[in-house]
């Protein structure tokens, strides 16, 4: 028979909070003191009674054995205590009491137990005949449970004169007094621990406000997004839960100290971005305008028919490829400067289908190589944004496609909504990422020449440009790759 799944996998389980833990845990050792106390108690209280009822035993059996002992010799014992109706030789005998008296012979000449209501009634012979063999006669109390009416008996026994007595006081008392004090200890403790649990539980609470401050504290800052930008950390520790001399001071002093450091980082770390951006941005604009430049003395030198030699004509032809690829570069690096600075984008609706099919035929322009598919609903999917910018997006996706992977290759791009996203991708069923570079597809200058043929002319900016963007536009890029299929997907807001 195969396991549930819930077997299988079965739910962690939840921890206590420190609260539940020290209430729970001072609850049980409060507990634990009252049954060992209430134990001792009654254990010694029970003891106590029974000593109590061995000695009046003891004096039980003195009694029975003088008189047993007079009789016989044919006397009559002292009458101290004698009252109406009684004998005028035996005092009134103690409520709960037991006398027996056995000849040599087995005879027995007495066997009487009194009630609590002073009656009398005799013993039977199987009590009698239990007495003679479980008592032993030195004197010394045992207990006896005779059943019926009767009970359980500290009875002590005794050879007089050839004959064997008995004397014995009924237990209970002695257990009607623990049962009464185990009530009483019982009642006493479960209130007295109820209460204690109840007093514990705000005593605990209270104490452990500062630190559920802190947790607060700790908690609000876990929110913060602190991965890029300016970062600003507000919150600290009252000073009041700062105190070094207590626990939870020395916490909260330690996590005001280091949020103290972390905004230090935070803001060392952005000024240094800042000055990075503006460096960046500053250079690519200082680049442009002598790039330029180098760009029209060559075409202007290509361009005359005065002779040059081919070394020269290549010198030349070289200048200007290059002054155009590293304008690109500078374009490139100056758009994500002002994409890091938080320049805003122009928002205006865009036709997201037509946008899709104008890149396509586009590409299949320019590179007759590659397969191109375009798969459109027939609903136009529109959004808010920068239509230069999101044109840019696909075509370096449908760009970094035709550039690392090799001809024949069938590259698809498909539009469709899902709940409130456009969500574009680019597809093909070329070799697909290098593993190494997956977890860096995304950075700036990133460059994987193993498993896709990189071009010599390629910056490695195209995707952290298509990045950058579609953040701008409040989205998300993402990639997932096997060999024989690599797809990027863009999901935008509609």
């Known amino acids: 028979m195969t396991a549930s799944a819930g077997s299988r996998h079965p739910s962690p389980r939840r921890r206590w909070t420190l609260r539940r833990t020290l209430v729970v845990g001072t609850s049980l050792l409060v507990a634990l003191a009252f049954v ?46 004698q009252g109406q109706g009684q004998d005028a030789d035996r ?14 012979d087995g005879t027995v000449r007495t066997s009487d137990y ?12 199987e009590q009698v005949a239990l007495l003679r063999a479980d008592v032993p006669t030195d004197r010394t109390p045992v207990t006896i449970d005779l059943g ?33 004090l185990t009530v009483i200890l019982l009642a006493v403790s479960a209130a007295t621990l109820l209460i204690a649990v109840l007093g514990l539980s705000l005593f605990v609470r209270r104490s452990l406000r500062p630190l559920d401050r802190v947790a607060e504290v700790a908690q609000r800052v876990s929110t913060l997004s602190l991965a890029a930008g300016s970062v600003e950390i507000p919150d600290r520790v009252a000073a009041a839960d700062t105190d070094p001399v207590t626990e939870v001071g020395r916490v909260g002093a330690s996590l005001n100290g280091l949020l103290g450091h972390v905004q230090s980082s935070l803001t060392a770390r952005q000024h240094s971005e800042d000055q990075l951006r503006r460096f960046i941005a500053d250079a690519s604009h200082e680049l442009r305008t002598p790039l330029s430049s180098i760009r029209g003395y060559a075409q202007l030198s290509l361009g005359e028919d005065a002779p040059m030699t081919p070394t020269q004509a290549r010198s030349f032809d070289r200048i200007e490829s290059e002054a155009t690829r590293m304008a690109s570069l500078v374009d490139d690096l100056l758009l994500l400067a002002r994409l890091d600075a938080g320049q805003p984008l122009r928002r205006e609706e865009i036709e997201l289908t037509l946008l899709a099919v104008d890149a396509v035929s586009d590409a299949q322009a320019a590179d007759a190589a590659h397969v191109w598919r375009v798969d459109v609903t027939d609903d136009l999917i529109s959004v808010t944004g920068d239509e230069n910018r999101l044109r840019q997006v696909v075509a370096n996706l449908l760009r970094n496609a035709q550039v690392h992977t090799p001809p024949g290759t069938t590259v698809t791009l498909s539009l469709a909504r899902d709940g409130g996203e456009a969500v574009l991708r680019v597809a093909d069923d070329g070799p697909g990422i290098d593993p190494a570079l997956a977890g860096r597809l995304f950075d700036r200058f990133a460059r994987g020449d193993d498993s896709r043929n990189r071009d010599a002319g390629s910056t490695g900016l195209g995707l952290s440009i298509a990045q950058a963007i579609v953040e701008a536009h409040g989205g998300s890029i993402a990639a997932e790759s096997e060999p024989g299929r690599t797809v990027f997907e863009v999901r935008l807001p509609m």
């Open 36 to 81: 060992v106390m209430s134990l001792a108690t009654i254990v010694s209280l029970r003891s106590f009674a029974l000593d109590r009822l061995d000695q009046q035993v003891s004096e039980g059996l003195s009694f029975v054995a003088g008189r047993g002992s007079f009789e016989n010799r044919g006397g009559s014992p002292p009458a101290p205590n």
């Open 91 to 104: 005092p009134a005998p103690r409520i709960g009491s037991l006398q027996a008296v056995v000849a040599a």
């Open 114 to 125: 009194t009630r609590s209501d002073g009656t009398q009634v005799q013993l039977t012979a």
């Open 148 to 180: 019926g009416d009767l009970g359980s008996f500290r009875i002590a026994g005794a050879e007089v004169d050839g004959s064997t007595v008995f004397a014995g006081n009924s237990e209970a008392d002695v257990s009607a007094t623990t049962t009464a």
